[in-house]
């Protein structure tokens, strides 16, 4: 629609508005006065919507869905002074369609419903829609023309074809209303989110429109004077339609509508049926014990207020699930996930995925905070700067939940899946943080295990190359002098060399206890010293692994030797078996002995420690009298 | 004899220089680290003493290098010393002729050291009674040797260390002739005939270790 005709067509509706004021006091109808007062809400708020979307026809309409009401009632006014001695101007046609002019009155909310909220009619169907209404509007004037009001009443009943066009005449106007609600059903079911809003705020009007209703019914058999009954209602018609009309089409995401409108219908629903048990309580006490007493008030109250918050509760999110369909089957499946987590069906740290999906947003990251302070990743990874909705936990910051797609609407959504999804994020968090602890005691045990290797190694090859060296170098110098030495003197160097000699043999058998030597050669050729130190039968079958690192080769022989001094002395072993394998990237050692068997499963503490140390395994099968089988994967 | 030393530590290298010197020995070359030790090896030597631990790596280079002059210098005669046992790189060469293994503190023994050099030197043998007894011991008794008594396999044991009959008989406090008496019986049940006694003597011995190195 061009902004020039929308003006003036709201510029019309502006004029109608004022037009029914000024016939209101010239006809000295103080209600048709009013209602051209209360039409000015609307057209002012026309008059917004068309300032801010110049050439959306939902402008005009607005104006109009109040201004035709005002329209009708000036006629009105004009019509009944064609029956006084002081005609109003124009009252002589005005009283000819004074009775079929009704439909006029919705012309303007028909309009409203079609073209809402972005102006647009649907397909040809719905084009056909205006001319259908104005065809009937037409009509039904045609088959009341001349007719006449008296005290409220229409006067006189027409017959023949007259009847026929306005029995036909009313129903295409009830049909042409209830497809233009049909219509807002149908945009609604088929638009997108922002549309859908919308018209939610349409649908939060109307339903403030209908409590208002229900409380004016309340009044008047509460015997309260009918027009102080009404007047919120008529009001919220007024003022409440095109508020929320307004506020769809310039502000939909004001506020949560959804959740308002969810709310609101559950209380609406909620007092019914309260209002129902209250008076079913009143008529049944009424009848058996105390009749018209105030007890039996009391005790309806009573019986009425008891089910009121729970039936509340059950009511919203029955309601929710309706209304605020998308928002409750999310959170349903955000806590559908959270019970399978406590049932260990799905693992917490899907949360992150499963929020993704509930919120709708691919990008979504669940930041959390380690014990140091710092931020990360539910992989691991650390955030250097963590943004986004906070999450707590007994008042301190756990979470922060960061959006791809923020706005108002997206974070009053997280908020409501981030309660859902409390447990599983701090169950994330928590075995997060332990397993980085437990890596990091791995890693640093394995430094420790790496540096204790490299430094056997380092004091084996000191004592080796150092002490050794020289000893031997000061034994070649003795030689040498003794040359020069007189007999009973060389004799003396001979068992100063002699002494040497034993030093050398003993500085040999401190470094083998360092580090064995022969571990240079291979797990095998270490081995074999242990096996030729064995006092009972000890076999021995090595297929070492390449590439082993110093600190698992030396690991693995001293878990041997270990585990064969323990079968030697406690468990009294007539036969050992020792095989070494490799087992994947790891290298598998097993000890078998024949001995008394019965090692508790918390024993070999040292050998535990010892293999954890690379973090290897280590698994003990010793049945009493059934000798001891050690297998360990290093 | 003339000798090629290679040796890194200053003080054991000097040590070991004058030692032989005073033995009457010509020490043609001194060198530190395995490539100096096969640069030095293109002059007229009979027998290159080579520490197994040495630079560039400061690993079993010396090892590495005997292979390698065994290779380019057969006649070279080969004695590793080393402060203990290491044998990864140089298995092949254990038993076989001018070639010899010994722990250093071995070098203060004048006598039995000299003795050691002549025989690598003249194509014989000489490994540490620590080597010898750590390759025996490591593997099952082999079925070549299954035929000989136990004297017979300590005789040979020490053979294979290199020593002569006189010192093995010494060794053992039997007579020499006892001892020539055992060879004799340990050459026909291994099936060595008589082709040249040292020949057979290291055959002898090569079937000892190999055997024990057939695992």
Redesign the interface.
């Known amino acids: 629609m061009s902004p020039v005709l929308a003006r003036v067509l709201t510029g019309a509706a502006t004029a109608v508005a004022l037009g029914a004021v000024a016939v209101g006091f010239m006809g000295g109808t103080p209600t048709t006065a009013s209602a051209g007062l209360g039409a000015s809400v609307a057209v002012a708020a026309g008059w917004v919507v068309l300032r801010r979307q110049p050439g959306n026809p939902v402008g005009p309409a607005l104006a109009w869905s109040s201004a035709c009401v005002a329209l009708v009632l000036s006629n009105d006014v004009l019509a009944a002074s064609a029956y006084t001695r002081h005609p109003l101007p124009l009252a002589g046609i005005a009283k000819q369609w004074w009775v079929g002019c009704w439909p006029v009155n919705l012309a303007g909310v028909l309009a409203l419903l079609l073209l809402f909220p972005d102006g647009r009619l649907g397909g040809r169907l719905w084009r056909a829609l205006p001319w259908t209404y104005a065809a009937a509007t037409l009509g039904m004037i045609v088959s009341e023309w001349g007719g006449r009001q008296v005290d409220g009443q229409i006067a006189g009943v027409w017959s023949g074809p007259r009847e026929v066009i306005g029995t036909v005449s009313m129903s295409l106007v009830g049909a042409c209303l209830i497809l233009a609600v049909a219509s807002q059903v149908v945009r609604y079911r088929h638009g997108d989110q922002r549309r859908r809003e919308q018209i939610r705020w349409l649908l939060l009007a109307g339903a403030a429109v209908v409590t208002l209703l229900i409380a004016g019914w309340v009044l008047q058999s509460l015997g309260v004077v009918i027009g102080f009954a009404y007047a919120p209602f008529l009001s919220g018609i007024v003022v409440l339609l095109p508020a929320a009309v307004g506020v769809a089409v310039l502000r939909h995401d004001l506020f949560d509508v959804d959740r308002l409108l969810g709310e609101g219908t559950a209380w609406v629903i909620t007092l019914v049926v309260s209002a129902g048990i209250y008076s079913l309580v009143v008529a049944t006490l009424g009848y058996a014990v105390a009749a018209g007493t105030g007890l039996g008030n009391a005790a309806a109250v009573f019986l009425t207020a008891l089910p009121l918050l729970p039936l509340q509760r059950h009511v919203a999110g029955w309601v929710g699930r309706f209304v605020d369909r998308d928002r409750h089957v999310a959170v349903a499946e955000v806590e559908r996930f959270a019970a399978d987590v406590r049932t260990g069906r799905r693992q917490p740290e899907e949360i992150e995925e499963v929020l993704r999906l509930a919120q709708r947003d691919p990008l979504l990251r669940i930041q959390v905070v380690r014990p140091d302070g710092s931020w990360g990743l539910l992989d691991g990874r650390a955030v250097v700067a963590p943004t986004g909705i906070p999450l707590e936990a007994g008042g301190d910051e756990i979470a922060r939940i960061r959006l791809g797609w923020d706005s108002a609407r997206a974070r009053r959504r997280i908020t409501a899946l981030a309660k859902a999804a409390w447990v599983p994020i701090e169950v994330s968090r928590l075995r997060l943080v332990l397993r980085e602890a437990l890596d990091e005691v791995e890693a640093s045990s394995h430094r420790l295990a790496e540096a204790a290797a490299a430094e056997r190694q380092r004091l084996e090859r000191e004592l ?2 150092g002490a ?6 000061t ?3 003795l ?2 002098l003794q ?1 020069h030495l007189p007999p009973g003197q060389a004799a003396e160097v001979d068992t100063a ?1 002699a002494e ?2 034993e030093t ?2 003993e500085l ?1 058998r401190i ?2 206890g360092v580090r064995p ?2 571990l ?3 797990l095998g ?1 270490a081995l ?1 010293a242990v096996r ?1 130190a064995s006092p009972v039968p000890l076999s021995l079958v090595v297929d070492e692994p390449d590439h082993l690192d110093e600190a698992t080769r030396l690991t693995a022989y001293l878990v041997v030797s270990e585990a064969v001094t323990n079968a030697l002395k406690h468990a009294f072993a007539r036969r050992i078996d020792v095989s070494i394998a490799p087992h994947g990237a790891s290298v598998a050692i097993t000890v078998v002995d024949d001995g008394v068997g019965g090692v508790p499963a918390v024993g070999l503490t040292a050998l535990r420690d010892r293999i954890h140390s690379v973090g290897g395994t280590l698994k003990v099968w010793s049945p009493v009298g059934g000798g001891t089988r050690i297998e360990a994967l290093l | 004899m003339k000798i090629i030393v290679a040796e890194d530590s200053v003080l054991f290298r000097e040590g070991l220089v004058r030692l032989l010197q005073d033995a009457g020995h010509t020490v043609v070359a001194a060198v530190g680290d395995a490539e100096a030790l096969v640069a030095a090896a293109e002059q007229d030597a009979d027998l290159a003493v080579v520490d197994v631990r040495m630079p560039p790596r400061g690993d079993d280079d010396g090892a590495l290098a005997a292979v390698q002059l065994r290779a380019t210098r057969p006649e070279l005669g080969i004695l590793l010393l080393s402060q203990h046992l290491e044998l990864r790189h140089c298995l092949e060469l254990i038993g076989t002729p001018g070639f010899g293994y010994l722990l250093k503190d071995r070098v203060l023994r004048l006598d039995e050291f000299d003795e050691a050099l002549s025989r690598v030197a003249t194509g014989g043998i000489a490994l540490d009674p620590e080597v010898v007894q750590g390759l025996v011991r490591s593997h099952r008794a082999p079925a070549a040797l299954a035929a000989l008594t136990p004297r017979e396999h300590d005789v040979l044991a020490l053979v294979a260390e290199g020593h002569s009959n006189t010192t093995v008989a010494a060794q053992l406090v039997l007579s020499e002739r006892t001892i020539e008496a055992h060879m004799r019986n340990i050459f026909t049940k291994l099936g060595l005939h008589d082709d040249g006694a040292t020949h057979r003597r290291v055959l002898a011995v090569v079937t000892y270790l190999e055997s024990a190195g057939a695992d």
């Open positions: 080796h190359d050794q060296q020289r000893i031997v170098a034994g070649m110098r030689r040498s040359r060399v040497l000699e050398v043999a040999r470094a083998n030597v022969r240079s050669d291979g050729a074999a030729d």
